[in-house]
């Protein structure tokens, strides 16, 4: 069964410093592999996608995300980190129709 | 932003009464999709829907059931609401996935907030 594990609960950086967010995935096959955003008493907003090819993938707001078949990860990056950039972040993964998602982690950017 | 309204968006009810919430789409997508949202636990999936009065279980779906009559309505049902269900409801919806052109992402409502005393 496909699965999805966030390590990190909380990750806290200071603003204009790169941040992290790390996600690393479990699936039989080839994975489409997603990252979302969530901001206080919203839904969740689709950021990027992993499907196949280039594995950096760019998408909104200036974050990009590496995939890693080796390590089975796909780490959310950002080279400066803004305050606005605080939210809640989830990794998911699809193998089949559900998306599975991660628990979450609470980026915290300091100014 | 996608066309997914969900209602009520507030809801406290007493343990054992019934609970419907609603998700209504203008997109025109075949999945529609009902997660809660737990502290610690992320998103986890009660039921979905590939289709007019097709659906199927997620990993929690116990004390869950939907229904879904047409394209636009996805209906989440406690039948005799717990505090356990205490919760944050999230719909959404996704259209079918083609090769690159679209993988399945999900789009979602602004939630419903759910209290059962």
């Known amino acids: 069964a496909q699965s999805v594990a966030q390590p990190e609960d909380q990750v806290n950086v200071a603003e204009g410093n790169p941040l992290t967010v790390k996600c690393t995935y479990s699936?039989?096959?080839?994975?489409?592999l997603f990252w979302y955003v969530q901001y206080p008493n919203r839904g969740l907003q689709f950021l990027l996608k992993y499907i196949t090819g280039d594995n950096l993938v760019k998408g909104s707001y200036g974050f990009e995300a590496e995939f890693n078949k080796s390590q089975t990860s796909f780490h959310l990056k950002k080279p400066s980190a803004l305050v606005s950039d605080s939210a809640l972040y989830f990794c998911a993964v699809r193998e089949g129709t559900p998306l599975v998602f991660g628990k979450g982690t609470r980026l915290s950017v300091i100014a | 932003d996608a066309g997914i309204t969900q209602s009520p968006r507030h809801k406290v009810t007493e343990t054992g009464t019934p609970v419907t919430l609603r998700c209504h789409q203008t997109?025109?997508?075949?999945?529609m999709y009902w997660y809660r949202q737990d502290p610690g636990h992320g998103l986890r999936l009660i039921h979905y829907?590939?289709?007019?009065?097709?659906?199927d279980k997620g990993e929690v779906s116990d004390g869950y059931s939907v229904s879904r009559s047409k394209t636009e309505d996805f209906l989440l049902t406690l039948e005799s609401a717990t505090s356990s269900q205490t919760s944050v409801y999230f719909c959404?919806?996704?259209?079918?996935?083609?090769?690159?052109?679209?993988?399945?992402?999900?789009?979602f409502g602004e939630g419903s907030r759910l209290t059962v005393l």
């Open positions: 699936v039989s096959g080839n994975p489409y």
């Open positions: 997109e025109n997508h075949r999945y």
């Open positions: 959404a919806i996704s259209d079918l996935p083609t090769a690159f052109l679209n993988t399945g992402e999900l789009f």
């Open positions: 829907s590939y289709g007019v009065k097709d659906t």
